[in-house]
């Protein structure tokens, strides 16, 4: 049986004493999707050292074939980088299932999930997922502004969020979503989420701040444009590395 999903990020992240996790989103008005392949895998090959793993969503699982993504998850892997796919899934099991199906053979290893499907569906496709070795990271609350109108909803005497957190604890998920723009949820989830590990996107370009975000309880990143798009992604990445981590060691 491979390691859990959570056991791999953990130790690549202490062993690279980084918590970034790239977001391979391409500018579609800077590189054309016939030199996508070849530009994401030279980034992974010059920040290879500085993230643990990179997040692919539609930016690139639309336009590429299964052929293509599956060269830029070997690209990540080669250099011991997991790779999520970033779908916020948020289907019936039996679609889920067939989706999870056709990640894990571009050897993806974890998939984001959204578990407004309730948790019946949740089960089942996490049952389905541990079955072909996929992490799960489910989404707990996101980054962007009006996030609180749905994943703040109150749902009798709870918010939504709390429900997600709580079925996330209780189906032992690999970590949990939380945007790093909403530092007072991201700590309130931290008190309750077990141990579970906090993925937090929204930094630098959507307003967040890693510091904050981390302090709040915070364990990895999910950092794209400002690394992405930086004049020099190696030098914007590795102190971003650097400040992120030593913070706190
Ligand atoms: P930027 O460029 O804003 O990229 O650093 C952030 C990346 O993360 C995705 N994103 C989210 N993914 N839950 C998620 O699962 C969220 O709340 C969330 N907010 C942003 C975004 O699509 C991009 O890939």
Redesign the pocket.
Known sequence: MKKKFASLIKEASVRKKSRIVL?L?PDPNKIARDNMLEYLTSIIDAVNEDIIAV?L?MHVLLPLSNYEISKIVETAHRHDIAAIA?I?LNDIPHTNQIVIYNLASMNFNAV?INPFIGFHALHETIDYANLEEMGIIT?VF???KGAENTFGLKVGEKHLYDIFLEWSVKLDVDGI?V?ATYPDIIKHCYNLANGKAIYS??????GGDPMVAIKHGVDYL?????IIDANDPVRKSKELKEKTWNMLY
Request: no cysteine.
């Open positions: 977001a989103d997040k969503n970033d916020k984001i989404l996101m980054s962007h979503v945007g996107p929204g930094v630098v370009t959507q999910i950092v794209g444009r400002s």
